[in-house]
């Protein structure tokens, strides 16, 4: 049975640095895309990066391109976020996900086959 479990989050103040892990379990994603997203109170679950391989493409969503870092440790299984000059904007649940098969990183949530629980970052003005 395929699990993803995230690790990582907690609280910061603006203009921090936290770094966010998903571990997988019951199979490899080395060659499928692994991805990013969140989900504030009262908002829809958004996209936030996404990673094809290890050391292939990656892709961010605006708000947090030059700030968050996606990256792949095949080794490990695992898929890091690594998110800096945060803001009180930032604040949300964070979820990993990974995709069945191989494909460019893909930002569409529909495509992404696992999920993890999730990870609460919350950001302090």
């Known amino acids: 049975q395929v699990q993803l479990i995230e690790s990582g989050g907690g609280l910061v103040q603006a203009g921090g640095s936290l770094r966010l892990s998903c571990t997988a379990s019951?199979?490899?994603?080395?060659?499928?895309?692994m991805a990013w997203f969140r989900q504030a109170p009262g908002k829809e679950r958004e996209f936030v990066a996404s990673?094809?391989?290890?050391?292939?493409?990656?892709y961010y969503a605006d708000p947090v391109k030059g700030r968050f870092t996606i990256s792949r440790d095949n080794a490990k299984n695992t898929v890091n976020l690594q998110m800096n000059s945060l803001k009180s904007e930032d604040s949300a649940v964070y979820y990993c996900?990974?995709?069945?098969?191989?494909?460019?990183?893909?930002?569409?949530?529909?495509?992404?086959?696992?999920w993890g629980q999730g990870t609460q970052v919350t950001v302090s003005s």
């Open positions: 990673s094809r391989r290890t050391g292939g493409g990656t």
């Open positions: 996900a990974a995709k069945s098969t191989p494909s460019v990183a893909t930002q569409e949530m529909r495509l992404y086959d696992y």
């Open positions: 019951g199979r490899t994603f080395s060659s499928s895309p």
